[in-house]
Nanobody
Framework: QVQLVQSGGGLVQAGGALRLSCAASGVNFNRYTTAWFRQAPGKGREFVAGMRASATNKYYADSVKGRFTISRDNAKNTVYLQMNSLQPDDTAVYYC???????????????????WGQGTQVTVSS
């Protein structure tokens, strides 16, 4: 059974940075598509970043391009989301997600992912 355990997050001032971690057990992340989603208060869950098992290409929501970076450490079986230049609009609960295979055209769809982390709060103050 896949278990994803998140860490990181917290409160930061606008312009600051945070790094989220998502550690997997029961799977090898290097064989999975992984992604980060977020859900702001009163809004639906939205795609933030994702990458296929090969990690050759990475995909980002337009709102975070150039500020956020998704990466993976195979030795630690952990996926990261480095968030720089944070803004108040980035305030949300962030979730990591994974699945064995997600077609490229669907990487942004949350219904493609079968395993989810517990979520972690990121709050950016102005």
């Amino acid at each position: 059974q896949v278990q994803l355990v998140q860490s990181g997050g917290g409160l930061v001032q606008a312009g600051g940075a945070l790094r989220l971690s998502c550690a997997a057990s029961g799977v090898n992340f290097n064989r999975y598509t992984t992604a980060w989603f977020r859900q702001a208060p009163g809004k639906g869950r939205e795609f933030v970043a994702g990458m296929r098992a090969s990690a050759t290409n990475k995909y980002y929501a337009d709102s975070v391009k150039g500020r956020f970076t998704i990466s993976r450490d195979n030795a630690k079986n952990t996926v990261y989301l480095q968030m720089n230049s944070l803004q108040p609009d980035d305030t949300a609960v962030y979730y990591c997600a994974s699945n064995t295979y997600v077609i490229l055209s669907a990487i942004q769809r949350e219904d493609q992912y079968g395993s989810w982390g517990q979520g972690t709060q990121v709050t950016v103050s102005s």
